[in-house]
């Protein structure tokens, strides 16, 4: 087994600040995801990375930038967080991109912009 | 536009029915449904997965898939209130990205 971390669990930042999330998985997984959730509602992927020096913009891109510095971990920007947004951020990851490789979940950054 | 959709929205059943949760892809090039249940405040977890036609029973859970309709759906019968949760449908589509594409999800409320 294996697991997921996700730093920071709570992240508070100020409108127009650029945030940091990161993403760690010990599960030695080659493909890693970062996924946006609004309240109540389904995921929508923002980046994602098929292995290590691999990098690829999902439906969501824009506003973000991502970095997968090894093939532990894998980090997303929010480079100018909107005023009132709220949402929670997953990070997973998956041993391959096979259809039938089953995606693992993190649990998650809650942001809050004032 | 949306890919996938799952209805009902919500569904409210008594402890001990049968919930019924239902999701269709637009997209013909589907090649794998993903059932995960994410309960309040956690992440979600991967309940089932389909990619042939008919049916597939794990315990309380029975997922059924017509490749025919893009549609599949999943039976919770003997709901407890432990079930109650966000269900999400997601579906992998013929690509070699291992991308999935989420619905919004259907909140289920099992009443003891």
């Known amino acids: 087994g294996g697991i997921i971390t996700q730093t920071p669990k709570f992240l508070i930042g100020q409108e127009g600040q650029k945030l940091t999330l990161k993403c760690q998985q010990n599960?030695?997984?080659?493909?890693m995801y970062w996924y946006r959730q609004d309240s109540g509602k389904g995921l929508r992927l923002i980046y994602y990375?098929?292995?290590?020096?691999?990098?690829q913009k999902g439906d969501l891109s824009e506003g973000y930038d991502a970095s997968r510095e090894k093939k532990s971990s894998f980090s997303l920007t929010v480079t100018s967080a909107q005023k009132n947004e709220m949402a929670v951020f997953l990070c997973?990851?998956?041993?391959?991109?096979?259809?039938?490789?089953?995606?693992?979940f993190g649990p998650g950054t809650r942001l809050t912009v004032l | 536009q949306q890919k996938v959709q799952q209805s009902p929205e919500s569904l409210i059943v008594p402890e001990g029915g049968m919930a019924s949760l239902n999701c269709t892809s637009s997209?013909?090039?589907?090649?794998y449904f993903w059932w995960y249940r994410q309960h309040s405040g956690k992440s979600p977890k991967m309940l089932m997965?389909?990619?042939?036609?008919g049916e597939k029973e794990e315990g309380r859970f029975t997922v059924h898939l017509n490749k025919a309709s893009l549609h599949t759906s999943l039976h919770i019968r003997d709901s407890q209130p432990s079930d109650s949760a966000l269900y999400l449908c997601?579906?992998?589509?013929?690509?070699?990205?291992?991308?999935?594409?989420f619905g919004d999800g259907t909140v289920l409320t099992v009443k003891p």
């Open positions: 997973a990851s998956t041993a391959g991109t096979g259809a039938s490789y089953e995606q693992y």
């Open positions: 599960f030695n997984h080659d493909t």
């Open positions: 990375s098929i292995t290590e020096n691999d990098l």
């Open positions: 997209d013909r090039n589907v090649d």
């Open positions: 997965s389909i990619f042939s036609n």
């Open positions: 997601a579906a992998r589509y013929n690509t070699n990205t291992g991308k999935l594409t």
